[in-house]
């Protein structure tokens, strides 16, 4: 009998190509521990309400109120209540053409998508428009409509920072095109190299690869390094020189643990370069309400924004979203309320201050712990997380660790992860899964476990990490970085 449809001989090929390491190896050899008994730390995906995050009191107030309308005719709801968050579930709900259970526009909700632009207008000091915003299922899917957009075979090369989120080198995969890899300098706090960047593409045309786009990850993952107003514009000027359309994926801009870099919009950057670049360079930027402060994943709650974008191809960009009808509306009004939250005044507003802040302090925390953690550990060196929620260290493998990895049949920094989770219960992500260069070896955790619970996972860490140095070292003391 011939092959059926879904067996795996006869699947579509890019399918079976995809590699997203997030979830890959170490996050399933987790999930068996765990139904074994074992106490496990998932650390391995930026998920801060699964590690302990509490969520925000007043967007989760307003979004009851808009999932249980009947709510607001109860005669005691304002002894539940704050006035506020009545006022604003009534707002979100006349936005809506039947409440939370009816579809939207399929770019989202005009009223939320009003106040995306606004939000932007404000971080940016220059107007947005609503109708080149369009609301998605978390930042992800906004990332696969564009690249599904740009990508018409596998002539077409997306450049992508290495290391990267795996999400671009999966969609990549999936549509069929070819990812065009550029190096971050470690030894520059994962600083970007425009000269490299040239070489990359120098090198993908000399094989008939046409580069179409350009990603960059402001504030890095998994890196967490923070991108310099300097560095934006010559990113800009090369994407506008070699007629690239840059993708800015921006999602973690709330989280930023140190005050020399803060987060600078590319949408910013090029609008102040003035013309012709800030009236002909094609952007496209994302943001989500699942990481910041608000952390909330579960949600799905993202959009892109597009700047010098034809409207004939925002129309073909329409389309396409129209075939999945609507994005989640639940997620559009959590977040309407990240870009419009509490303001001073508001019976809400102390809370909600006293609530992020005290997040994103505990963040700042965290980053510095699990930064010194790692640099006290032998043959482990750490750039500090300046932004974002991972911390990204080296870690230097004895040659005897590196051979015994072959002899498994692993990656070495696989290997080295799956011996960790074996011993604490710490779920990590193993740098191959993000690229990495030949003969160096990474792992990617988030510094999201709770504050109180820190020292003793880098304890817990350090003590694997010194043991297993001990069993695969013939000497002491390598250099570092």
């Known amino acids: 009998m011939s092959a059926k449809a879904l067996d795996y001989d006869s699947l579509n090929e890019n399918v079976k190509k995809v590699q997203y390491a997030v979830r890959g ?3 399933l050899r987790a999930s068996e521990l765990q139904k074994e008994g074992k106490k496990i730390i998932f650390t391995n995906v930026g998920n801060p309400h699964a590690l302990g995050q509490r969520p ?9 109120l808009c999932q249980a309308p009947f709510l607001l005719d109860d005669p005691n709801a304002g002894l539940i209540f704050p006035a506020d968050a009545i006022a604003r579930a009534k707002h979100y709900l006349s936005l809506t053409s039947g409440g939370l259970g009816a579809y939207s526009d399929s770019r989202g909700l005009p009223g939320i998508r009003k106040e995306v632009a606004e939000f932007i207008e404000r ?6 428009d609503p109708e080149l915003i369009f609301l998605t299922d978390g930042a992800s899917k906004g990332v696969m409509q564009i690249l599904n957009t740009v990508i018409r075979g596998p002539q077409d090369g997306i ?7 795996p999400l671009y080198s999966a969609a990549i995969s999936l549509f069929g095109g070819s990812l065009v890899p550029y190096y971050l300098e470690e030894t520059a706090n994962w600083g970007l190299d425009v000269h490299n960047l040239r070489e990359s593409v ?3 045309r000399s094989k008939g690869i046409i580069v179409r786009a350009m990603v960059i990850i402001n504030p890095g993952n998994p890196t ?5 107003v300097a560095n934006l514009k010559e990113i800009l000027r090369f994407c506008y020189q070699e007629n690239l359309v840059l993708l800015g994926d921006e999602v973690y801009q709330q989280n930023i643990y140190q005050d020399e870099r803060p987060f600078i919009s590319s949408r910013k950057v090029l609008l102040d370069m003035g013309p012709p670049i800030s009236k002909e360079l094609q952007l496209v930027s994302f943001h989500t309400v699942s990481k910041g402060y608000w952390g909330e994943c579960g949600q799905r709650g993202g959009y892109f924004e597009m700047t010098n974008i034809p409207p004939q191809s925002v129309d073909e960009i329409y389309k396409v979203a129209s075939i999945s009808l609507s994005p989640n509306v639940p997620g559009q009004i959590f977040l309407g309320l990240m870009v419009n939250p509490p303001k001073p005044g508001d019976i809400s507003y102390e809370q909600f201050v006293r609530e992020s802040k005290g997040i994103l302090e505990s963040l700042r925390k965290r980053a510095r712990i699990m930064t010194d953690g790692f640099n006290s550990c032998r043959n482990v060196v750490c750039n500090f997380t300046e932004g974002a929620m991972y911390s990204f260290p080296q870690i230097r493998l004895p040659p005897k660790a590196i051979e015994a990895a072959k002899r498994a049949g692993k990656v070495p920094d696989v290997f080295y992860c799956l011996k960790l989770l074996e011993a604490t219960g710490i779920s990590t992500v193993p740098g191959s899964g993000f690229g990495q260069k030949d003969g160096v ?8 476990p709770a504050e109180e619970d820190m ?4 304890a817990s860490f350090k003590k694997f990490n010194d043991e297993f140095m001990e069993q695969y070292e013939d000497y002491r003391g390598y250099s570092r970085m």
């Open 455 to 458: 020292p003793a996972i880098m």
């Open 224 to 228: 967490g390094q923070c991108l310099s």
């Open 56 to 64: 925000l009191t007043f967007p989760r107030q307003v979004v009851a």
């Open 25 to 27: 190896e170490l996050y």
């Open 202 to 204: 120098a090198q993908a």
């Open 441 to 448: 070896f990474h792992l990617r955790t988030t510094i999201l």
């Open 123 to 128: 971080r940016d000091g220059y107007p947005s």
């Open 159 to 165: 450049l992508v920072p290495v290391p990267q989120y």
